[in-house]
């Protein structure tokens, strides 16, 4: 990576130091921004159309207008990577709402610009016969707000879920609900969470409690092609001692074996076949579509 760092930033390639945003941007004041993040392998993106329907989905939920950079996104990235001397890296683009007078609702004749930037941050070069991370976690209470299914900034409660977990000395945080049928598992502080719980592979649905990873989607797609029955409803809390497996998924995890949670170990406390058996068949995915 080159010395001094080089940022995308409304239309120019600039240092980060050279990067700044108005006092007044609405996504510094009320978190009015979402972002989106990608991963490149030997300068290949992985799954870019999904990832740019997500962003324009997000943008849409927390009121931002659609930004010309999404028609070029794969392009600006892989000029970013250039001039970063990267290959592999994730990619981060953010757009705020732009900068306007304080207030918490724009005024009627205000139309700010929106600000874009992106960031580019290395990553190992894909070793496919690596095996899955394994973390210990905790469970806490999900504090975020309703739309989850928008990737918005607004990340202070998984933050500060987060920075509770690792200061207990866990990787991360299991994050539960309140539902009709109780507490409920709804994903994790860093990825998103499934369960190989009697006899299928489990995750919480798709809906505006989580955000519908694209990892997720691919694995559950990976595991139909197993054979692996697939059921998308929220686990309960109380079941997590049943789960013989729990594994998280995400554009940076990949697939994580969760072989702990809340000082109990999941199944023998140790990686398990379905997690190794989906993580491979990701890898292998990723090599294929991102195959020059």
Same mark, same amino acid.
């Given at each position: 990576?080159?010395?001094?760092?080089?940022?995308?930033?409304? #239309?120019?390639?600039?240092?980060?130091?050279?990067?700044?945003?108005?006092?007044?941007?609405?996504?510094?004041?009320?978190?009015?921004?979402?972002?989106?993040v990608v991963r490149f392998y030997d300068g290949q993106a992985f799954a870019l159309t999904e990832h740019l329907e997500r962003f324009e989905h997000s943008l849409s939920v927390v009121g931002i207008p659609r930004v010309n950079e999404?028609?070029? *996104?794969?392009? *600006?990235?892989?000029?970013?990577?250039?001039?970063?001397?990267?290959?592999?890296?994730?990619v981060y683009w953010h757009v705020t709402?732009?900068?306007?007078?304080r207030s918490l609702a724009l005024a009627a004749a205000a139309s700010p610009t929106p600000n874009v930037f992106a960031m580019a941050y290395p990553q190992p070069k894909l070793d496919p016969m690596v095996s899955p991370a394994s973390m210990r976690m905790m469970t806490i209470e999900d504090l975020r707000w309703g739309r989850c299914d928008a990737k918005s900034t607004m990340l202070l409660p998984a933050v500060l879920a987060r920075e509770e977990a690792e200061a207990n000395g866990f990787a991360g945080a299991i994050l539960w609900r309140h539902d009709k049928a109780g507490r409920v598992v709804t994903e994790s502080t860093q990825a998103n969470v499934l369960f190989w719980l009697d006899d299928a592979?489990?995750?919480h649905p798709r809906n505006e409690h989580i955000?519908?990873?694209?990892?997720?989607?691919?694995?559950?797609?990976?595991?139909?092609?197993?054979?692996?029955?697939?059921?998308?409803q929220a686990v309960a809390v109380s079941d997590l001692p049943r789960a013989a497996e729990i594994m998280l998924s995400g554009t940076?995890?990949?697939?994580?074996?969760?072989?702990?949670?809340?000082?109990?170990?999941? #199944?023998?406390?140790?990686? #398990?076949?379905?997690?190794?058996? *989906?993580?491979?068949?990701?890898? #292998?995915?990723?090599?294929?579509?991102?195959?020059?």
């Open positions: 990576m080159s010395a001094a760092p080089i940022v995308y930033h409304n #239309g120019k390639f600039v240092t980060q130091a050279e990067a700044t945003l108005p006092l007044e941007d609405r996504g510094v004041l009320f978190g009015q921004s979402a972002y989106e999404l028609d070029e *996104l794969g392009a *600006l990235s892989t000029q970013l990577l250039e001039r970063n001397q990267l290959a592999n890296a994730t709402r732009g900068a306007a007078p592979l489990r995750s955000l519908a990873g694209v990892s997720l989607t691919l694995l559950l797609e990976l595991a139909k092609r197993r054979g692996l029955p697939v059921v998308e940076s995890t990949h697939v994580a074996a969760v072989v702990e949670v809340d000082g109990r170990a999941v #199944g023998n406390g140790t990686v #398990g076949p379905i997690t190794e058996a *989906l993580h491979a068949d990701l890898l #292998g995915e990723i090599r294929r579509r991102c195959a020059h």
